[in-house]
Nanobody, 122 residues
Framework: VQLQASGGGLVQAGDSLRLSCAAS????????MGWFRQAPGKERVFVAG????????YYADSVKGRFTISRDNAKNTVYLQMNSLKPEDTAVYYC????????????????WGQGTQVTVSS
């Protein structure tokens, strides 16, 4: 599967954004999906994940209650709805796919999208 992330941009604190990650190939529904982010000078970290059906979701504590991950298997797309954005959410956001669940360790993942920049101004 190949992934392409989109939807990033420059917003103000308190605004919302929705990221999308479109997957190519017919096997999308067989993958568990996740979103990660990497701020300048920092390591890539887990943000949110979901299982193949979208019925199970889990989040980093820093985004719980503000971000929502979802997927549409008919459209081969996973989303990250980000509300109440804060300046500390500024990062490049990446989607990832894996056959193992849950996704949480970037070093163990091999399938990545190209990243989309999210910048939140104060």
């Amino acid at each position: 599967v190949q992934l392409q992330a989109s939807g990033g941009g420059l917003v103000q604190a308190g605004d919302s954004l929705r990221l999308s990650c479109a997957a190519s190939g017919r096997t999308f529904r067989s993958y568990h999906m996740g979103w990660f982010r990497q701020a300048p000078g920092k390591e890539r970290v887990f943000v949110a994940g979901t299982n193949w059906s979208g019925q199970l979701t889990y989040y980093a504590d820093s985004v719980k209650g503000r971000f929502t991950i979802s997927r549409d298997n008919a459209k081969n797309t996973v989303y990250l709805q980000m509300n109440s954005l804060k300046p500390e959410d500024t990062a490049v956001y990446y989607c990832a796919a894996d056959s193992r669940y849950p996704l949480s360790r970037p070093a163990s993942l091999n399938v990545w999208g190209q990243g989309t920049q999210v910048t939140v101004s104060s």
